[in-house]
């Protein structure tokens, strides 16, 4: 049984850094490729940062580009997603993503200004 566990969440200040971990149990983590999204309050699901399942290609995508991190231990079966200059408008919750097909319960982020 597949099963993703986000942690790290909370509340921080602009500016800010802030590290999400996603434990995963039941998947060989380079089977599939992995990633972050998060959704906002009134707002659709999006995504964050996203690895393939070799490793070969992660990239981030939107406002987190230079900002967002991505990395993962297949062996530990752990991604992490790094948070760096953290602003108000990545408040949302967070959820870890396995092969575009299994989620995690989130975690919430809320960054005040």
């Known amino acids: 049984q597949v099963q993703l566990v986000e942690s790290g969440g909370g509340v921080v200040h602009t500016g800010d850094s802030l590290s999400l971990s996603c434990a995963a149990s039941g998947v060989f983590l380079d089977e599939y490729a992995i990633g972050w999204f998060r959704q906002a309050p009134g707002k659709e699901r999006e995504a964050v940062a996203c690895?393939?399942?070799?490793?070969?290609?992660?990239y981030s995508v939107g406002s987190a580009k230079g900002r967002f991190t991505l990395s993962r231990d297949n062996y530990k079966k752990t991604v992490v997603l790094q948070m760096n200059d953290l602003k108000p408008e990545d408040t949302a919750v967070y959820y870890c993503?396995?092969?575009?097909?299994?989620w995690g319960q989130g975690t919430q982020v809320t960054v005040s200004s």
């Open positions: 690895t393939s399942s070799d490793g070969g290609s992660t």
């Open positions: 993503n396995y092969g575009y097909q299994y």
